[in-house]
């Protein structure tokens, strides 16, 4: 199964920052290749990188990790495309698979002992699955109290009559969780309705305001990533989360090997650890996202992958055919006005 997250590239700013295992902050990359350090490109948060860290470090204390936190994916993936010719980087981690597939030059390919245990594999054997993240539609149940005009699908936010007000939204240029909810809402209907939902929406420049909107009540709808909406309804905030039956809008967290990395067997060594029960383990328990296998249950609050209809979505043309999906995108928009 495969899912979409919008592929951004933009100018490099990059920032280091120390974890658990890392005793370097050196941007020049180890460069040993000794099998007893690697570096590490990372475009998650600290609060996912250092739980799953500090326990690769107890794991493999013979193992130096150099993290190198990174803005984005886009940008990731610009800073290993600019160093292809002298790869400084041995892995890189986070970001949904098709961005892998879609720079599948820079990767080498590496079949690993626990991608067999994981929910999505890469035939290929490009990316490795890290985590899956699903998109729920949130309702601020303060906001939009009649729980039977809540929707259910994707298809009841543009009914006649939709009683929820604005949605919010941002758009899917800057987005990249917005960017698998159009393509996902393409591949269930079609662009007549990506129209008519633009009318109903209310666009936003990124998914931070797109969130933070229906968490303070300002709208009553709006689209966000579960593991942060669990997050917000456990500490009390008004919030219902809803999985559309028509289909849910999904990606996979991937993690791959640089090609020509200098430290290939330590970086092997990273990539299946992270597939490990016991980091997939730390993955649900500490970081609260659903782990990528199918033997490590969903996080408290979530629902089981097995409940869910998912979405599937053509990676080939979603990543190939980004431009022109984000230039009809554009025209359904103004159609909308």
């Not at 729920?136 to 039977?148: G, L």
């Not at 960017?179 to 809402?185: D, K």
């Not at 990506?194 to 709808?221: C, Y």
């Not at 089981?304 to 209809?309: I, M």
Request: glycine share 8%; charged share 25%; aromatic share 8%.
């Amino acid at each position: 199964m495969r899912y979409l997250k919008v592929l951004s590239v933009g100018l490099l700013a990059v920032s280091l920052s120390t974890c658990s295992g890392v005793l370097t902050n050196n941007a020049s990359g180890s460069g040993k290749g000794d099998g007893k350090s690697l570096t590490l490109y990372s475009v998650s948060g600290p609060e996912v990188t250092d739980p799953i860290l500090a326990e690769f470090k107890k794991s493999h204390p013979d193992i130096v990790v150099t993290k190198i936190a990174l803005p984005g994916t886009g940008e990731a993936f610009a800073r290993v495309r600019a160093e292809k010719d002298r790869p400084l980087g041995d892995v890189i981690w986070g970001g949904s698979s098709e961005i892998y597939s879609s720079n599948a030059d820079l990767l080498a390919a590496a079949e690993l002992p626990n991608d067999a245990a994981t929910a999505a594999k890469d035939p290929k054997h490009i990316w490795h699955a890290t985590d899956l993240l699903f998109q729920a539609i949130a309702v601020n149940t303060e906001k939009f109290p009649d729980e039977s005009k809540h929707p259910k699908t994707f298809e009841d936010l543009v009914r006649p009559g939709w009683a929820g007000g604005k949605i919010a939204f941002a758009t899917p240029k800057s987005s990249g969780t917005s960017y698998s909810l159009l393509t996902t809402m393409v591949t269930l209907h079609d662009w007549d309705y990506v129209t008519k939902f633009a009318a109903n929406a209310r666009m936003l420049d990124g998914s931070t305001a797109m969130f933070n909107l229906v968490k303070d009540g300002e709208v009553g709808t709006s689209f966000i990533n579960e593991d942060l909406g669990a997050k917000w309804v456990a500490a009390g905030v008004k919030l219902k989360l809803i999985y559309p039956a028509d289909g849910v809008s999904s990606q996979i967290g991937s993690a791959g090997i640089i090609k020509g990395a200098k430290n290939e067997a330590a970086a092997k060594t990273f990539v299946d650890f992270l597939m490990s029960k016991e980091a997939q383990q730390v993955m649900v328990d500490k970081v609260q996202r659903r782990s990528s296998r199918t033997d490590v249950t969903a996080p408290l609050g979530l629902p089981p992958v097995e409940q869910l209809k998912r979405a599937e979505i053509d990676e080939t043309w979603a990543a190939g055919d980004k431009d022109e999906i984000l230039d009809k995108f554009d025209a359904a928009v103004k159609s909308a006005r």
